[in-house]
């Protein structure tokens, strides 16, 4: 860890740092039994030592006693209270959020209003440690570690992220300094990536940027294994070791370095901590890990097959901790759905269940439901029958359609891509001669006068109906719809032959099935 900062960290850093640490000490000093000798001796000597430091000794020597210093504050602070203790600064008088993270979501338990210098405080006191996020305005927020500490920060409006400082919490400032350094070595490696693949491997300037290649990671990696032995039980080391990406030697090819990440990537993640899914680091673990197989050339059930390729080893890996296993699943089957990949979200129906569905069987867990309705709904099977009153209020059953062809639609007016969509379906529906499908519009609204209103502005004459429950409507249960538009196109006996996303994709299956030109 020294020797690669003494390589990398200029000296003014190098003094900042100093001086920052000096200042915790001297906190410290301040309220032990001999304050005021204790503060006289060390503002006496903190200012030629540090100056002497800086400018004499070498980087690695000045790092060591970087490192001396910040054990000892850890080992000796005491804090008066735990929480966060913020500054933003030119947003005073303004309202600020405190919010929970777990996984993607992120929910407020908090808020307070900051004073005329923008300073607030929030208490956790009882909470469970994890990130949580200081959020203000449409777009400002921060994400922090918080691990039983108090935490003082600064930071701006328009620049959070790029402007904070951490005054006060060992743990966001290792946080801190670790995910700058990734993003930088990251974007050095993106830089350094094209040169290891192409250029000639017997080319002096070929070393040279290969040695570079793997002394960044290298450096990255002994980094995080100094902080690892420092701080063992920190959140934010925990945190960063699921972040570490697999050592890639420079030798390897472009497919050997991506087949050696597919099969090695979570080599190091401990998926038995689940105190970690009270982060993003299992969700933005998983979004990485699908990128690797993902590839924008391959058609739909290409994709599919790569998806499921990556979903088998992804579940495998976490399916030594019930708890993670059960998130990724939760997460990974909710993904795909928001896509339509239904190849995929049939094949983890198939093979993999919710490890608590067995356990607690009025839970009947969402999640296990959810899966199950995927398998009824998946294109070839027969779809599930509804009955849904119309605007009059008069059910209407859709297994008594009538109609060589079915679409049914499940839209609202509160959806952009469904109000925009119409027009052209009904320019499609009413071009029939002679007409071969019938529409079926089932609202996802819960508001009778939009919805209604909507109808008659449009002049929507299909099948429209709606039991005005929104999401928790049965029909969209039993449909397992989470979003709009959601369309399927069935045949005569009602048999599900495709599940178009888009208008595009819906002209080109009703184009396949010869229902347009």
């Given at each position: 860890?020294?020797?690669?900062?003494?390589?990398?960290?200029?000296?003014?850093?190098?003094?900042?740092?100093?001086?920052y640490?000096?200042?915790?000490?001297?906190?410290?000093?301040?309220?032990?039994?001999?304050?005021?000798?204790?503060?006289?001796?060390?503002?006496?000597?903190?200012?030629?030592?540090?100056?002497?430091?800086?400018?004499?000794?070498?980087?690695?020597?000045?790092?060591?006693?970087?490192?001396?210093?910040?054990?000892?504050?850890?080992?000796?602070?005491?804090?008066?209270?735990?929480?966060?203790?913020?500054?933003?600064?030119?947003?005073?008088?303004?309202?600020?959020?405190l919010?929970?993270?777990?996984?993607?979501?992120?929910?407020?338990?908090?808020?307070?209003?900051?004073?005329?210098?923008?300073?607030?405080?929030?208490?956790?006191?009882?909470?469970?440690?994890?990130?949580?996020?200081?959020?203000?305005?449409?777009?400002?927020?921060?994400?922090?570690?918080w691990?039983?500490?108090?935490?003082?920060?600064?930071?701006?409006?328009?620049?959070?992220?790029?402007?904070?400082?951490?005054?006060?919490?060992i743990?966001?400032?290792?946080?801190?300094?670790?995910?700058?350094?990734?993003?930088?070595?990251?974007?050095?490696?993106?830089?350094?990536?094209?040169?290891?693949?192409?250029?000639?491997?017997?080319?002096?300037?070929?070393?040279?940027?290969?040695?570079?290649?793997?002394?960044?990671?290298?450096?990255?990696?002994?980094?995080?294994?100094?902080?690892?032995?420092?701080?063992?039980?920190?959140?934010?080391?925990?945190?960063?070791?699921?972040?570490?990406?697999?050592?890639?030697?420079?030798?390897?090819n472009?497919?050997?370095?991506?087949?050696?990440?597919?099969?090695?990537?979570?080599?190091?993640?401990?998926?038995?901590?689940?105190?970690?899914?009270?982060?993003?680091?299992?969700?933005?673990?998983?979004?990485?890990?699908?990128?690797?197989?993902?590839?924008?050339?391959?058609?739909?059930?290409?994709?599919?097959?790569?998806?499921?390729?990556?979903?088998?080893?992804?579940l495998?890996?976490?399916?030594?901790?019930?708890?993670?296993?059960?998130?990724?699943?939760?997460?990974?089957?909710?993904?795909?759905?928001?896509?339509?990949?239904?190849?995929?979200?049939?094949?983890?129906?198939?093979?993999?269940?919710?490890?608590?569905?067995?356990?607690?069987?009025?839970?009947?867990?969402?999640?296990?439901?959810?899966l199950?309705?995927?398998?009824?709904?998946?294109?070839?099977k027969?779809?599930?029958?509804?009955?849904?009153?119309d605007?009059?209020?008069?059910?209407?059953?859709?297994?008594?359609?009538?109609?060589?062809?079915?679409?049914?639609?499940?839209?609202?007016?509160?959806?952009?891509?469904?109000?925009?969509?119409?027009?052209?379906?009904?320019?499609?529906?009413?071009?029939?001669?002679?007409?071969?499908?019938?529409?079926?519009?089932?609202?996802?609204?819960?508001?009778?006068?939009?919805?209604?209103?909507?109808?008659?502005?449009?002049?929507?004459n299909?099948?429209?109906?709606?039991?005005?429950?929104?999401?928790?409507?049965?029909?969209?249960?039993?449909?397992?719809?989470?979003?709009?538009?959601?369309?399927?196109?069935?045949?005569?006996?009602?048999?599900?032959?495709?599940?178009?996303?888009?208008?595009?994709?819906?002209?080109?299956?009703?184009?396949?099935?010869?229902?347009?030109?």
């Amino acid at each position: 860890m020294f020797r690669y900062f003494a390589i990398s960290l200029p000296r003014y850093l190098a003094i900042s740092l100093l001086r920052y640490l000096a200042t915790s000490l001297l906190r410290y000093l301040a309220i032990s039994l001999f304050r005021y000798f204790a503060i006289s001796l060390f503002r006496y000597l903190a200012t030629p030592l540090l100056r002497y430091l800086a400018t004499s000794l070498p980087r690695y020597f000045v790092l060591r006693f970087v490192a001396t210093i910040m054990f000892l504050i850890v080992s000796l602070t005491i804090t008066a209270q735990s929480g966060f203790d913020g500054t933003i600064l030119r947003y005073g008088g303004n309202k600020i959020f405190l919010m929970s993270i777990y996984g993607e979501k992120v929910t407020t338990i908090d808020s307070a209003i900051s004073d005329a210098d923008g300073h607030f405080k929030f208490s956790l006191a009882g909470r469970l440690p994890g990130m949580f996020r200081v959020k203000w305005a449409k777009e400002g927020f921060v994400d922090l570690v918080w691990n039983n500490e108090n935490v003082q920060f600064t930071t701006t409006s328009s620049i959070p992220e790029d402007s904070l400082i951490i005054q006060s919490s060992i743990e966001n400032q290792i946080n801190l300094s670790f995910s700058r350094l990734d993003r930088i070595n990251q974007s050095k490696l993106q830089l350094l990536m094209p040169v290891v693949d192409y250029y000639p491997v017997k080319d002096e300037f070929y070393n040279s940027v290969a040695t570079e290649f793997e002394n960044l990671q290298r450096g990255q990696q002994q980094y995080l294994d100094s902080l690892a032995k420092l701080y063992p039980n920190a959140y934010a080391v925990r945190v960063a070791k699921v972040y570490q990406p697999p050592f890639l030697p420079a030798l390897m090819n472009k497919d050997e370095r991506l087949n050696f990440l597919k099969q090695h990537y979570f080599d190091k993640v401990d998926f038995t901590d689940t105190a970690l899914l009270r982060s993003m680091v299992f969700a933005n673990k998983a979004i990485s890990y699908l990128s690797l197989y993902s590839n924008n050339r391959l058609a739909q059930k290409q994709l599919e097959a790569e998806f499921i390729k990556a979903v088998t080893i992804m579940l495998s890996a976490a399916s030594v901790n019930a708890e993670i296993f059960k998130f990724w699943l939760d997460y990974l089957v909710g993904g795909f759905d928001k896509y339509h990949l239904d190849e995929v979200i049939t094949y983890i129906a198939d093979n993999f269940q919710d490890p608590f569905a067995c356990e607690d069987q009025q839970r009947k867990t969402a999640l296990q439901k959810k899966l199950e309705t995927f398998k009824k709904i998946a294109v070839g099977k027969i779809s599930p029958d509804m009955e849904v009153p119309d605007a009059k209020g008069k059910p209407v059953k859709l297994s008594d359609i009538v109609s060589e062809y079915t679409l049914v639609v499940f839209w609202s007016t509160q959806c952009p891509h469904c109000v925009s969509m119409m027009p052209r379906l009904k320019e499609l529906y009413e071009k029939q001669n002679p007409r071969r499908f019938e529409v079926m519009a089932v609202s996802i609204d819960t508001s009778r006068t939009e919805w209604t209103g909507f109808l008659k502005e449009q002049k929507l004459n299909w099948i429209n109906v709606s039991d005005l429950k929104g999401f928790a409507g049965k029909s969209a249960d039993d449909f397992n719809i989470y979003a709009t538009p959601t369309i399927f196109l069935l045949d005569r006996e009602k048999k599900i032959l495709s599940k178009p996303i888009s208008l595009r994709e819906l002209e080109e299956s009703l184009r396949d099935n010869k229902l347009i030109k």
